[in-house]
């Protein structure tokens, strides 16, 4: 079993077949420690899975980073209301 399929698996239950429209939609990609997934300001158009490592959603207060979500293994990381209403980010992940 693949991870697209583990990915699936932990979500519900699918037919193969749409099991295969979301394979052909998935992009894999790897990330290095402190890369930036969403930039302030920025349109949150993906919704990532993390399969393995960590990543956390911030914001300042004047010059303080404020952590506002945290996100591992098997999450779904995405600036939820910037991806739902299409808008700017107000944090960066």
């Not at 300042?60 to 995405?78: Q, R, S």
């Amino acid at each position: 079993m693949n991870e697209t399929d583990l990915v699936l698996d932990s979500v519900g239950q699918f037919m193969p077949e749409e099991k295969a429209v979301f394979k052909k939609a998935v992009v894999k990609k790897h990330f290095r420690k402190n890369d930036v997934l969403i930039n302030l300001g920025a349109v949150c158009t993906e919704a990532l899975y993390i399969i393995d490592g960590s990543a956390y959603e911030f914001d300042y207060i004047d010059i303080d980073e404020n952590i506002t979500g945290m996100f591992t293994a098997g999450d779904w990381c995405l600036n939820y209301r910037g991806f739902i209403q299409q808008s700017a980010s107000c944090s960066t992940i």
